[in-house]
């Protein structure tokens, strides 16, 4: 920068101006005007354009002193006008290369960023600046955009510590506001912004930018409107101290929208996995996309992200519906027409649709307490046995109706003409989440029969009769889907309470289902010879029930069957809920302690891999070892295998309690068990044992896969270990008591082990 101050001497500058003055003399002068005119030039060109060199208070000066020697030369050739004042620009304007263009668009951004400082901790200082007679327009609308009406100082300046911070005090704000209002002057004398306008709007843009992009995440607050209302204050002063030209302010307006639109349409993915957190950040956008009319490019941009960042392979089908529930909500505030949301959502519900495990997800998220979904499912959807997608009926309650005919007409509006081309229907443009949905699929079918099975399995699960939570969702899925629909529902909870009615004594509790009502299990479990006692209790009960009911016969589903039995050992007793297979397997060591795996599938009556899984269940909850190969042997005394740990209580008795069907192995007290809370019963402390021993395998498959969902833990569990039954929400509360014993971490919906953040 020193060559500015190194500059044509005084002497030499009036040359030009004497020589332009006679410019219209002797031809010999213009060679001389040629001359001059070239070195002087010469010198504007050879000025470096580096934003450090006018990043602090003495470059700021040094520009402002080649400005102001300028302009003393043109002060004193004011005087003479017409060709002279002509020739005078075109000097200016030749001088004004493209490095001095950049230069001064770095002096203008300097100074744009201290003015946007200064209004926004305090307004009012500009007014109390050496700013030099602004008068006319300019110091009204100074006056007006700096009368710190709306409460005085936004934040306290600090000391004036005399460093290179050009606004760290209230001291040196003045200071600056001085200089930059002497240099504006001169910018306005010298005619210069007639030739470099564009390095004014180019330091808003740079200036805006910049500011813009420091709000980046921070989507919990609104920004746009104080972004806006502080860059056009500032604006305001530097149009008022260029002479009262509307150049800035404009023009700074417009780009505080486009940089916030950009910014938002950028983060958008962001923002919606973060909503309802983020609906700041919506309202921002919305305002910008109804004023910058880019609902299209938005729209593109979003559905180019969730092709990168959600449709793949990698993502749960749980994920996927989360973030297109959040879509749904977060693009109905942004874009009321839903002409975003279709856009967007086109890939995504054909995704889903791929999907095997799509509708099983989207039931369990309806009936799931805890799901987004519980509370829209509650709601009554489109008329009952619509298909999805048709329109309702002129005066129905459905999807998209508006009932009061006085309150549709105060709130319409016409769509716009993108939203006339990609929503079908106006039905689908007021649907709410579980209508769209379910109208993924082409028929409703598939989730009533997928909720037929999630309700079996529900009352399968629990060894009892209450029905209080499955009447609930009963009832719920009657509002979307119409009673007619729910009436195999309605059959299975009749069947629980006739079962109850009828229930005969003693230690069992059976369920009675109605077969033509009641998925059969796939695929079916292998027959088994039952041990005596097992067998004689079925017997008796079945000859009560044909007794009480001569036109039906009883048909045993030991697939879906439950048995609770209470195995005493010599130091303690542990409580399991088993299948009727499993629970003769351990039938087969009652009068012996060790027996052969060929033994054990002969007394069983099926082949020895069936027999194998049987087995395995026990040694996984410490009843039984593998003594050698073929061999295994009760675990009496907990000294005797290490690696098990099993509950007990001393009451010393054994009894059987079978449930008529169940396909799990699950209890009431498996949240307990998962949870490893003290005095857990001895079923919960069992089970916990038992997962334990699971746990093996999970260290095995975050070791060799990495972090994984919940869902991929529980499918490759199923995998590696058939003869078991782990409930999601039984591993679910495992995998949560090994995060708080600190032996995995959860991050983003994934477990790893712990230790491991980089895998």
Known sequence: MSNLCEGLPDEALQAIVEQIKGRSGAPAAESSIDRVAGEYRARLRGVRCECSEVGGEREFGQFLEYLGRIGDVARGWARDAGGAQMAWGALVYESFGAAQIGLLQQWMCLGLRCVLRIVETDPALVLRADLGAIGGEGGRRLRDCCGCREGGAGRAWGDDSGGGDMCGSEAAALRFLGEFARGCRLLAELSILDYARGAVLGAVDQAVGERVEAQAGRWAEPVLQPLARGVGRAACVVDALLGGRRLAAGHAEAQVYARVSALRERELFGIIVDYPESRAAIDDLRACVGRLGNMRAVAAALRGAVRRRLLHPGATTGDILTQYISAIRCLRLLDPS???????????????????NTVACIVQDMVSGESELFEDAGEPGAEPGAEPGAEPAAGGGGEGVVLDEDSAQRGWAPLPAEARSVCRTAQRRDA?????????????????????AHLAQSLLRHAGYDTARERAQVEMMKLRFGARALERSEVMLKDVADSRRIRLGGAHQPLVVSRQFWAAPEPPEPHVLLPPPLAAMRARYAAAYEALNPARRLEWRDAQALVTLRVQLADRTVEAEARPAQAAALFAFQDAPARALADVAQALGCGEDAALRCLRFWQARGVLREAGAGVF??????GEEGAAVCGGDDDGHKGQQEHGASDDDDDDNDDEAAAGGAGAGAAGAARAAALRVHFNFIVGMLTNFGPLALDRIHAMLGMLLPGEAVAADELRDFLAQMVREERLDLAGGTYRLRGRAGQ
Do not use: K, N
């Open 633 to 638: 042997e009760a675990v009496e005394a907990l």
């Open 432 to 452: 709410d989440a579980v209508s769209l949905l379910v109208s993924i699929f082409d028929s409703r079918d598939v989730f009533v029969r997928e909720f037929e």
């Open 338 to 356: 839903s002409t975003v949301l279709e856009i967007v959502a086109q890939p995504i519900r054909a995704y889903l649709r791929s999907r095997d």
